[in-house]
């Protein structure tokens, strides 16, 4: 069973559950810091492990109205200097070959966005950078089909690859969370973790994703109980106001409660597991 370690964070799926959380996008330089010590206090407070995430460029936005971010140049020295604020490691997601080795430079993650699973030039790229790889499994694809990606980023030597479940298409705007999933890629040994955030998603038509939160603490204490390696959660101060992906988003309060709810549910299930 693989363990996959940044700075502090450890990620496998027999240790206690670590945390990917931040807003979905860098809305700005000091909202972006202010969230982001909020976050790490209540990760202090509760004595968990987390890597920080948010995006430069949300590039697969429903509309071309809607807000992407602040660009790769001025998204990573916000990331960076967060980073070095926070002494956390951090996240972001790359949408072309090219952004992999700019952003390698500064960050500790580079995600796969579910769209681009199965972009190959995408997937050396970033393999190829030798950084951590997490990979967002498309609402399209079955657990299975998990190995051809970890072969793609395998044959450029890195197997520092962590795989997230994120939901299925479930017909026309809904998705779909099937816990076996989580099993099925766990069988690959490499650490799995389940992205609440986007399995709360309902991709209608429309100018703007929506989403149903009132599935927030089902979905986050059903992945817990599974005994995966990690929780991934977008946080806001105020997800109403957000410029993307608000619906989804966990307020702090409501954040606090699912850090302390599925860390109580992981140490069971981990104690189970390792009998």
């Known amino acids: 069973m693989k363990i996959i370690k940044t700075n502090k964070v450890k990620f496998a799926n027999n240790l206690p559950l670590a945390y990917i959380c931040g807003p979905c996008v860098i809305e700005g330089e000091k909202k972006f810091l202010e969230t982001a010590k ?11 492990t987390y890597v920080l995430k948010a995006s430069f460029d949300k590039a697969n936005r429903s509309s071309l109205t809607s807000y992407r971010g602040p660009g790769i140049d001025k998204g990573l020295d916000i990331l960076e200097k967060a980073k070095k604020l926070l002494n956390v490691p951090v996240l972001t997601d790359i ?9 390698a430079e500064v960050v500790d993650i580079l995600q796969i966005p579910a769209f681009l699973c199965r972009q190959t030039d995408l997937l050396l790229a970033a393999g190829m950078t030798g950084k951590i790889i997490n990979v967002k499994k498309g609402q399209f694809l079955a657990p299975c ?47 799995v973790i389940f992205d609440l955030t986007h399995s709360m998603q309902k991709p209608a038509g429309g100018n703007t994703t929506k989403g149903d939160k009132s599935f927030a603490g ?31 988003s966990l307020d702090l309060k409501e954040a606090k409660i699912v850090i302390k709810e599925t860390s109580a549910i992981d140490a069971i299930a981990k104690r189970l597991l390792n009998r």
């Open 145 to 191: 089909g998990i190995t051809n990606i970890i072969k793609k980023i395998e044959s450029t030597g890195n197997t520092n690859i962590l795989l997230t479940e994120r939901g299925s298409s479930f017909g026309y705007g809904d998705l779909a969370v099937d816990m076996r999933s989580l099993q099925i890629m766990k069988e690959t040994g490499y650490p």
């Open 38 to 48: 909020k976050l790490d206090a209540l990760m202090k407070a509760a004595g968990k």
């Open 95 to 103: 949408h072309e070959p090219w952004q992999a080795a700019v952003a």
């Open 218 to 248: 089902t979905l986050a204490r059903s992945a817990a109980a599974a005994g995966i390696a990690g929780l991934f959660f977008e946080a806001h101060p105020c997800p109403c106001e957000a410029l993307s992906d608000g619906e989804n």
